[in-house]
C-alpha cells in the first residue's frame, strides 16, 4: 500500500473563491479517492477516479488525476463555510487490503 | 452517516482499565478496519477483518486486541494502556477489501479516546 501527501497543509480562504489540493503518491494505482473530514467526525468519500481517467466531477468538485506525474488535484468551487474540513486523498492499488491516508489539507472557508 | 455506528463517542481511561470499543455497521459490507487518527499524524490503519476473518495486523502493540463476531460488528478490546494511545479511533467499512478497489470505505464519527 501507499500513503498519499497533501498538499498545502492549510489553506485559508473567502467564500466563493475557489479551494485547490494537491495529492501525490509514489507508485502505480488503480485507483485514487478523495474523502472530507469534519472537525472530530469520521471521514466521508467525495469522490474516486479510476487510473484511465483524468477528470472527474461530482457538483462542486472537479478532480483530476496525472498518472504520469503521479498526482491528482481535488478543486472545490464557490466554496461554502461549510466546506471548512480537512481532505485527504488515498491512492488505491491493487494486490493490497490497505487503504492509506496522509495529514491531510485542512482548509478552512472564512466568510 | 449513520450507516456506521461507534461507541462509545468518548471515553477516559486509566492505564490499568480494560475497556472495548464497539462498531456496527447496517451497510452489508463484508469489510471492516480500525484505524487510529492523532493529532498531526497520518491515519494509522490498525486491523482489517473480511468476512470475520482478520486480515491484516498493522503491527500493532497486543494491548490493543480486535474481534470480530459477525460482519456487522467490530470491537476493539484495550487493556494497559499508555498515555500515547490518546487518540480518536475510526472504524470503516466497505462492500469488499479495498485492495479489489471497488468502491469506498465508510466511517463512523470515531471514539475519543483518553488514557490517564
Known amino acids: 500500500s501507499q500513503q498519499g501527501e497533501e498538499d498545502p497543509q492549510a489553506l485559508s480562504i473567502q467564500e466563493g473563491e475557489n479551494a485547490t489540493m494537491n495529492c501525490s503518491y509514489k507508485?502505480?494505482?488503480?485507483?485514487l479517492q478523495w474523502y472530507r473530514q469534519n472537525s472530530g467526525r469520521g471521514l466521508v468519500h467525495l469522490i474516486l477516479i479510476r487510473s484511465n481517467e483524468r477528470e472527474k466531477h461530482s457538483g462542486r468538485l472537479r478532480v483530476t488525476l496525472d498518472t504520469s506525474k503521479k498526482s491528482s488535484s481535488l478543486l472545490i468551487t464557490a466554496s461554502r463555510a461549510a466546506d471548512t474540513a480537512s481532505y485527504f486523498c488515498a491512492p488505491g492499488a491493487g494486490g493490497g487490503n490497505k487503504l492509506t491516508f496522509g495529514t491531510g489539507t485542512q482548509l478552512k472557508v472564512e466568510l | 452517516e449513520t450507516g456506521v455506528t461507534q461507541t462509545p463517542r468518548h471515553l477516559v481511561m486509566g492505564m490499568t482499565n480494560k475497556k472495548s470499543l464497539k462498531c456496527e455497521q447496517h451497510l452489508g459490507h463484508n469489510a471492516m478496519y480500525w484505524y487510529k487518527q492523532s493529532a498531526k499524524k497520518p491515519l494509522e490503519l490498525m486491523f482489517v477483518?473480511?468476512?470475520?476473518?482478520?486480515?491484516e495486523n498493522n503491527s500493532v502493540p497486543s494491548r490493543f486486541s480486535p474481534e470480530c463476531p459477525n460482519s456487522s460488528h467490530l470491537f476493539l478490546h484495550l487493556h494497559t494502556l499508555q498515555p500515547e494511545d490518546s487518540a480518536l479511533y475510526l472504524c470503516?467499512?466497505?462492500?469488499?477489501?479495498?485492495?479489489?478497489?471497488?468502491?469506498?470505505?465508510?466511517f463512523g464519527n470515531g471514539t475519543r479516546l483518553t488514557v490517564t
Open positions: 470503516a467499512s466497505s462492500q469488499e477489501l479495498q485492495g479489489l478497489g471497488r468502491g469506498p470505505l465508510h
Open positions: 507508485t502505480s494505482i488503480n485507483n
Open positions: 477483518y473480511s468476512l470475520e476473518e482478520r486480515v
